[in-house]
């Protein structure tokens, strides 16, 4: 038994020194102390988006490393309790180290799958969006129940995130929602969620009774950067301005606010309805076309490299989860058969596991691509 656990905790350290040299935690002091320091400025709020920007990624690199130097503490400490318990030949306390070694070895490959995050895009913020496909107003609810899953997800996270629109439908629900999640490595995290997603259920607007099967689109962008060079000529965008609406079409403004952009050599069209003035509508439907054509940009140099035809939107026909609630309660993904049994933890922002396998199964499908 002893020497089982002394074989665990050494794959264990032996694990966590990789990460740490692979997240580089010296690096993240450095960004911690700079951000502490600009942070402390005191004109940083007079440029609102910068500010923010700054707290966000000082919360991050503060959040990273407390949970790398909890982790490590926790190694050490484990390490020093089954030394104890040997020389004591405290069964007790031995069996203490084998309940800890069991969520140290859950807390530290949660950990590592940040080390497979190595995408050009990946350590960026994310676009969220949401759009409800075949299934009428059982697929409407559905896309609203998507929008809170992963905004409840992000709140567990303590992520920043900004709504930036929400498209009613008329009984209930959401035709459609675009936000972002304001952390870095949002984007290589939520990236794997792209597709289309499935649920089961007795529906609750159906008189009879009957079993429903609806869609819901989503799809993950990374947010635009200066570096990136998405210039849009003003005479390609046509830009319409009309009144919010919220909920049963009714009116959430008294003026014309909302922002809806047309791309016009593309065709993609944003909107943005959420924020109070027209200006900033139109500035967050832009930076959302912006990443739209970045995801183009990128997505047609993916299929020149490889010599295949794609269309960037094309992974919004692709299956990639099933929510079941009758007749038996499961989610299943459907790429790398991970399940749970438990749907309503799941729309509650429970879906880490989920993330944490598809996040493998791409690197996975990745390393075997390049073999």
Known sequence: MTADYADQLKNLDATMRNIESVLDIARLRRDKERLEEAA????????QAKAQEVTSQLAYATGEINRLTRLRGRIDDVAVLMELAEA??????????????????KAVEELEVRTLLSGEYDSREALVAIRAGAGGVDAADFAEMLLRMYLRWAERHGYQTEVYDTSY??????KSATFAVKAPYAYGTLSVESGTHRLVRISPFD?????????????????VEQTDHIDIP???MKVDVYRSSGPGGQSVNTTDSAVRITHLPTGIVVTCQNEKSQLQNKASALR?????????????????????????????????RSYVLHPYQMVKDLRTEF??????????????????????WRKQNELEAAA
Not at 40 to 47: E, F, H, Q, T
Not at 169 to 174: F, P, T
Request: no cysteine.
């Open 288 to 320: 959302v076309l912006q990443a739209r054509l970045l995801e183009r940009k990128r997505q047609e140099e993916r299929a020149k490299m490889e010599g295949l035809k794609t269309d960037a939107a094309g992974s919004w026909g692709d299956q990639m």
């Open 40 to 47: 402390s400025a005191p004109d940083l709020w007079d440029d």
């Open 339 to 360: 399940e749970t049994g438990n749907p309503s933890a799941v729309f509650d922002g429970e879906i880490d596991s989920f993330v944490e396998a598809g996040i493998r």
């Open 207 to 223: 008189n009879q009774g009957r079993r429903q099967t609806s869609f819901a689109g989503v799809e993950v962008l990374p947010v």
């Open 169 to 174: 439908a008329e009984e209930a629900g959401l």
């Open 88 to 105: 004591e030949g405290d069964a007790d306390s031995m069996a203490e180290v084998g309940t800890e070694l069991t969520s140290l070895a």
């Open 234 to 236: 003003e005479n390609e």
